[in-house]
């Protein structure tokens, strides 16, 4: 199994807009995001966002680039500060491709509890950017494959 973690794109600030939708560059950067993504092959059988405006729309460009069959659903357990167990549970049950849409701390917590362990803080999250991860066959370890950074 194939995870990828994104980080949604930059968004506007809430004193412009409260629900704080991608802006024109974070649109722009999401697309580029995405397509380079593809153009690694990235296929996810399903896209779980946090339900937040900008990461709908982040999961909604990756959908149309990636996957347009893929299954597009918001999923509990993706907010900022939610503890990053929640989602790593949810994954040992999951057998197929997924992408996940998210938000920082809890993008990083959750890459940290997937490879590493909770109290690794050298591991990092690029702002903005994919982490893509492998399930080991035994079910019991996550590796980081590579990595896209937003430009």
Not at 50 to 62: L, N
Not at 115 to 123: K, R
């Amino acid at each position: 199994m194939h995870l990828y973690l994104v980080h949604h794109g930059d968004a506007l600030p809430p004193d412009i807009e409260p629900a704080r939708p991608l802006s024109p560059h974070g649109l722009v950067a999401v697309q580029s995001l995405s397509a380079a993504a593809a153009a690694r092959d990235v296929k996810p059988v399903e896209i779980w966002h946090s339900g937040k405006r900008r990461a709908r729309q982040t999961a909604e460009v990756f959908w149309q680039v990636c996957n347009p069959l893929a299954a597009i659903l918001a999923q509990r357990g993706l907010q900022p500060d939610d503890p990053p167990g929640i989602i790593a549970d949810q994954l040992a049950a999951e057998d197929h491709d997924t992408l996940i849409v998210g938000h920082m701390p809890h993008l990083p917590a959750l890459l940290r509890w997937l490879v590493a362990g909770w109290d690794d803080l050298s591991i990092t999250f690029p702002p903005h950017g994919l982490v893509a991860l492998e399930r080991s066959a035994n079910r019991l370890k996550w590796s980081e494959r590579w990595r896209l950074e937003v430009e």
